[in-house]
């Protein structure tokens, strides 16, 4: 668990990143965000107006925690701190990654209305690979750059839905050795149903399910492909990108993909509650072995 000092630390560089300061969004975004080649070589990697950018070494993991949770109905908090069976949804996403070798540390972009809870979870199961918190912002794209920003340079990064509670390190392993031969990966499964494209309330066209998949996460990248694919989008004023992989294809890049599982869902709905807290139950039933 961690001390008292080590809370306290982390309390103040969230308060240093609120103001500005070293490694906060203010700071730190300019810096992130001139440079790297969308699937760039290894070192270092230059962008076609930005300066190098240095790929450091290790595996950093941002978990995008910082959303208010509108969709989901029949709570009064967020989400990611909704419990289920005594666990709040976050610490599961938060146990996958610190008990994986291969992750050195994870940052945590969060809700500053709740800043207090996410401390609590961070204590209370011990979570010492969270080194620092960072303010989300109105967007997911804003969020996942704010957290871009505050990491120093490594070599993958990797980002994370904070209510993605039953991901599998298989799939995480998978994703960073996807990233580091093509530069940028996703999780995915094959779509199950019909998809149907409508205009003007009438179906416009049915396209071959062969080629559709639900796009999961984690989503992993080489640090100087995901640098350059923000700022691009920076460039560019595109601002409503619903995932990273979105803005690296984008700036031209490459995305490879990871089979995922149909138990790797994020939770949106009460539905999506309803179904996880089964999926616990079996899981506790069973031989203890995980999704």
């Known amino acids: 668990m961690p001390t008292t000092y080590e809370l306290d630390h982390l309390k103040a560089a969230f308060a240093r990143e609120r103001a500005g300061g070293p490694h906060g969004a203010g700071n730190g975004a300019g810096a992130a965000a001139n440079g790297g080649a969308a699937g760039g070589a290894p070192g270092a990697a230059r962008g076609p107006k930005g300066?190098?950018?240095?790929?450091?070494?290790?595996?950093?993991?941002?978990?995008?925690?910082?959303?208010?949770?509108?969709?989901?109905?029949?709570?009064?908090?967020?989400?990611?701190?909704?419990?289920?069976?005594?666990?709040?949804?976050?610490?599961?996403?938060?146990?996958?990654?610190?008990?994986?070798?291969?992750?050195?540390?994870?940052?945590?972009?969060?809700?500053?209305?709740?800043?207090?809870?996410?401390?609590?979870?961070?204590?209370?199961?011990?979570?010492?690979?969270?080194?620092?918190?960072?303010?989300?912002?109105?967007?997911?794209?804003?969020?996942?750059?704010?957290?871009?920003?505050?990491?120093?340079p490594c070599e993958i990064v990797?980002?994370?839905?904070?209510?993605?509670?039953?991901?599998?390190?298989?799939?995480?392993?998978?994703?960073?050795?996807?990233?580091?031969q093509v530069g940028a990966a996703n999780v995915v499964v094959p779509t199950l149903d019909t998809i149907v494209e409508c205009r003007d309330g009438l179906m416009a066209r049915v396209p071959d399910r062969t080629y559709l998949?639900?796009?999961?996460?984690?989503?992993?990248?080489?640090?100087?492909?995901?640098?350059?694919?923000?700022?691009?989008?920076?460039?560019?004023?595109?601002?409503?990108?619903?995932?990273?992989a979105q803005l690296v294809l984008a700036a031209g890049g490459r995305v490879g993909v990871v089979e995922g599982s149909y138990s790797n869902f994020k939770i949106t709905t009460h539905e999506d509650y309803l179904f996880a807290s089964r999926l616990v139950e079996r899981e506790r039933a069973g031989d203890g072995s995980r999704w």
């Open 158 to 180: 990797l980002v994370q839905d904070g209510v993605r509670p039953f991901t599998s390190p298989r799939v995480i392993v998978e994703a960073i050795e996807v990233a580091r």
């Open 51 to 152: 300066p190098a950018v240095e790929r450091g070494k290790g595996v950093r993991a941002i978990i995008l925690a910082g959303g208010s949770g509108s969709r989901f109905t029949g709570s009064f908090i967020p989400k990611q701190f909704v419990q289920v069976h005594g666990k709040p949804i976050l610490a599961y996403v938060l146990e996958t990654y610190e008990n994986l070798g291969l992750v050195d540390d994870v940052t945590l972009v969060v809700n500053q209305r709740y800043e207090q809870l996410y401390y609590d979870i961070v204590s209370t199961y011990g979570f010492l690979k969270v080194r620092r918190m960072v303010a989300g912002a109105a967007t997911r794209q804003g969020s996942s750059g704010a957290g871009l920003a505050a990491i120093e």
């Open 213 to 244: 998949f639900h796009g999961q996460a984690p989503q992993a990248f080489r640090y100087e492909v995901l640098v350059e694919a923000h700022r691009r989008a920076a460039q560019s004023d595109v601002s409503g990108a619903t995932d990273d």
